[in-house]
C-alpha cells in the first residue's frame, strides 16, 4: 500500500518536473485545492486576478494536508523549475525561506502596512529573518466538529460539550443503523482528529508541552496513554470503508446524511456550502467537546518562489490581492476559513464563521491559541511526519496504546 502511493507520488513528481515555466504575466500556483468547496475558493482568488489582467496557470495537487503537494514542489524545485506562488503551511515557509529559496515581500508588506494588521500568530510563518515570504490568505482551525442536525433532532441528541456526551452521541447514531463518525483513513485525516482529542484530553499545557516544545515526558505520558486510548474509541464508530477515503467523500456523507459527525478543520464547511446547505439548519458546527475555548489553527499562505532578482509584478500583484481586506473577505465565507487580518468585518460570514472570529479572538487574548500539529504549525515536517506515522499505525491497529506512547517517543527523538 504505502509503496503504491509512494509510486504514485513520485510519478506525479516527475510529471510536475518536468512542467513549463509559466508565460510573461502569468502566475502559476501549486496548491491542493481540489474539492469541491475548494475549487469554489480558489475561483475568487482566479477571478480577482484576472480583473487585473493576469492569467492563472493552475497546478493543483490532490491530497489534504499538502503532503503530496510538497512532495512535487521539492522535485520542481530540485529540477530549477520552481512554481511562481506555492500554497504552504507553517513551518514549511520557514524551512524553504531556510534555503534561500523565497522572494523578500518586504516592499509589498511595507506599502500595504501588513505589520499592523496581520496577527502575530501567523508572521511567525509569514516572516523569515525579518522578511517577508508569504502572504497568509487565512486562518483555519482543526478542532471542529461538523453534525448532520436532521440526524441528531430523529436521534434527540442534544450537540455534545464534553468528551462522555460525545460517546453517548457516537453510540446512540451506532445503534439507530447511521454510521457515527465520517472519517477517510489517511494519515493527515487521523491527525487531525489526534490535534482535537489531545487537545481536548490533556488540555492546553499539555498540547504545547508535548506537540510544541516536544517535550518526552508529555509524549511519554499517561495522558498521551489515554489520548491514544480515545483515538480507540473513536476508531470503533468510524464504518469499514474508511481506509483511504478522502476528507471531502467524508463531509459528504455527512451532509447526506449517512454520517452524524465529522472530525476535522473548517474547510469542511466549504464542502456543506457547496452543496447548498445552511448552518443552524442542515449542519451544525461546533467544537470538539472540550476544546471550546482553545483553537488548533493552521494558516494557507503563499509564498513565492525567487524567479529573479526581485519579485516579478505578477507576484507582487498576487501578494497585494491576497491580502486586500474585500478579497479576504469574499474568499474565506467560501473556504470555511477566517481572515488572515484582524481589521475585516464578519458582517458577510455565516454564523460558523463568525463564530471561528470570536473564538480566534479569544483564544489568542486568553493564550490559548496553538499551531496545528496536524498542520504543520507545531514543528517542521520532520517532526510531523513522524508523529503521522505513529498516529496512523496505532489507528489502524498496528499498536495498542502502550506500544503508541513508546514509539512516539522514540519517532520524534530519531525526527530531531
Ligand atoms: C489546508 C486547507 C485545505 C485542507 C484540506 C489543509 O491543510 O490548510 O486549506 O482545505 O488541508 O485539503
Redesign the pocket.
Known amino acids: 500500500m504505502r509503496s503504491i502511493i509512494g509510486k504514485t507520488i513520485a510519478a506525479a513528481a516527475i510529471l510536475a518536473a518536468s512542467a513549463s515555466f509559466a508565460h510573461a504575466g502569468d502566475v502559476e500556483v501549486l496548491h491542493?485545492?481540489t474539492?469541491g468547496g475548494?475549487a469554489a475558493a480558489l475561483n475568487v482568488l482566479k477571478q480577482d486576478l484576472e480583473k487585473q489582467g493576469i492569467g492563472w496557470q493552475d497546478m493543483p495537487v490532490a491530497?489534504?494536508?499538502?503532503t503530496q503537494a510538497m512532495t512535487v514542489l521539492r522535485a520542481r524545485v530540485t529540477a530549477g523549475n520552481a512554481p511562481t506562488a506555492v500554497?504552504m503551511?507553517g513551518f514549511d515557509i520557514t524551512d524553504w525561506a531556510k534555503e534561500g529559496a523565497l522572494a523578500n515581500l518586504n516592499d509589498i508588506a511595507s506599502a500595504e502596512g501588513w505589520d499592523a494588521v496581520v496577527p502575530a500568530a501567523l508572521q511567525k510563518f509569514s516572516k523569515y529573518d525579518g522578511k517577508w515570504v508569504a502572504a497568509p490568505v487565512?486562518v483555519?482551525s482543526t478542532n471542529w466538529v461538523w453534525a448532520n442536525k436532521g440526524i441528531l433532532d430523529e436521534l434527540g441528541i442534544a450537540q455534545p460539550t464534553t468528551w462522555d456526551e460525545l460517546v453517548a452521541a457516537m453510540q446512540k447514531v451506532k445503534d439507530s443503523g447511521k454510521i457515527a463518525v465520517a472519517h477517510g483513513g489517511q494519515a493527515?485525516q487521523d491527525a487531525t482528529i489526534f490535534d482535537a482529542v489531545a487537545m481536548s484530553t490533556g488540555g492546553p499545557e499539555f498540547y504545547k508541552s508535548a506537540f510544541i516544545d516536544l517535550n518526552p515526558d508529555a509524549l511519554g505520558s499517561d495522558t498521551m496513554k489515554q489520548v491514544f486510548d480515545r483515538m480507540s474509541v473513536i476508531r470503533s464508530f468510524v464504518d469499514d470503508n474508511f481506509s483511504g477515503r478522502d476528507?471531502n467523500l467524508a463531509s459528504a456523507m455527512v451532509i447526506k446524511g449517512d454520517a452524524a459527525f465529522q472530525f476535522m478543520?473548517d474547510?469542511a464547511k466549504?464542502e456543506f456550502l457547496n452543496a447548498g446547505k445552511k448552518p443552524g439548519e442542515d449542519f451544525l458546527c461546533f467544537r470538539f467537546p472540550g476544546t471550546q475555548k482553545q483553537v488548533t489553527f493552521?494558516s494557507?499562505q503563499f509564498a513565492m518562489f525567487k524567479q529573479g532578482d526581485t519579485v516579478s509584478p505578477e507576484q507582487a500583484a498576487l501578494a497585494k490581492a491576497i491580502l486586500s481586506p474585500s478579497f479576504q473577505s469574499a474568499f474565506n465565507v467560501v473556504?470555511g476559513?477566517v481572515p488572515a487580518r484582524i481589521d475585516v468585518s464578519d458582517e458577510a460570514f455565516d454564523a460558523c464563521g463568525k463564530q471561528g472570529m470570536k473564538d480566534l479572538a479569544a483564544a489568542s487574548e486568553s493564550g490559548n491559541l496553538f499551531g496545528s500539529m496536524a498542520?504543520g504549525h507545531a514543528n517542521p515536517a520532520s517532526v510531523k511526519n513522524a508523529m503521522y506515522d505513529v498516529i496512523t499505525a496505532h489507528f489502524n491497529g498496528e499498536y495498542d496504546s502502550d506500544t503508541a506512547v513508546k514509539e512516539m517517543v522514540n519517532a520524534v527523538a530519531l525526527a530531531q
Open positions: 491542493w485545492w474539492s475548494e491530497g489534504g494536508g499538502g500554497q503551511l487565512n483555519h493527515w476528507w478543520g474547510w466549504g493552521n494557507d473556504k476559513s498542520h
